[in-house]
């Protein structure tokens, strides 16, 4: 079936949710506890330990299957106008997030601030910090960064929404 990155995201969390519930019941359902008194067949809960693993390994290797062919996905196709990989531009993203951050404080700092000196009392001794950079030039690169940031996402995500690959579960 031809599926896109978003569909197979959405499948992934299906299956792993599916994989958990089936889990959650064999934790349920594999041992259980009677009373001497009671007859054990009426307390017993049904579990069959072969359909159990069965279900769980067809939920595994569908997992694995959609993974495999989302991460080929991601390594051979090309994000427009980035000359990367899906999957570089996954790395990338967070790279340009964190150096957007940074300058984010840089833009906003003042040339000269008092700071205190951390002593007590009168002290006649006033000190400065001072920027060791250029403040507007810091504003400038945040915002082509930030710029690209949005770009790279909005490329990212119409990849993700429309362009469709092959996957056989």
């Given at each position: 079936?031809?599926?896109?990155?978003?569909k197979a995201a959405k499948?992934?969390?299906?299956?792993?949710?599916?994989?958990?519930?089936?889990?959650?019941?064999?934790?349920?359902?594999?041992?259980?506890?009677?009373?001497?008194?009671?007859?054990?067949?009426?307390?017993?809960?049904?579990?069959?330990?072969?359909?159990?693993?069965?279900?769980?390994?067809?939920?595994?290797?569908?997992?694995?299957?959609?993974?495999?062919a989302l991460?080929?996905?991601?390594?051979?196709?090309?994000?427009?106008?980035?000359?990367?990989?899906?999957?570089?531009?996954?790395?990338?993203?967070?790279?340009?997030?964190?150096?957007?951050?940074?300058?984010?404080?840089?833009?906003?700092?003042?040339?000269?601030?008092?700071?205190?000196?951390?002593?007590?009392?009168?002290?006649?001794?006033?000190?400065?910090?001072?920027?060791?950079?250029?403040?507007?030039?810091?504003?400038?690169?945040?915002?082509?960064?930030?710029?690209?940031?949005?770009?790279?996402?909005?490329?990212?995500?119409?990849?993700?929404?429309?362009?469709?690959?092959?996957?056989?579960?």
């Amino acid at each position: 079936m031809l599926i896109t990155s978003a569909k197979a995201a959405k499948m992934l969390r299906q299956l792993n949710d599916e994989l958990r519930t089936l889990q959650v019941r064999e934790g349920k359902t594999k041992t259980f506890v009677a009373a001497l008194q009671e007859d054990i067949e009426s307390v017993r809960p049904k579990y069959n330990f072969k359909e159990m693993r069965d279900a769980q390994a067809e939920v595994e290797r569908k997992i694995r299957k959609l993974k495999h062919a989302l991460n080929l996905f991601n390594t051979t196709t090309i994000v427009p106008d980035f000359d990367m990989t899906i999957d570089e531009m996954l790395v990338f993203l967070p790279q340009l997030n964190k150096q957007c951050s940074l300058l984010s404080g840089m833009r906003d700092a003042m040339p000269k601030v008092r700071v205190s000196s951390g002593y007590s009392g009168n002290s006649a001794i006033l000190d400065y910090e001072y920027t060791n950079y250029d403040i507007e030039e810091a504003n400038k690169l945040y915002i082509e960064l930030s710029d690209m940031l949005a770009k790279a996402q909005t490329a990212l995500d119409l990849i993700n929404s429309t362009v469709e690959f092959e996957i056989d579960i």
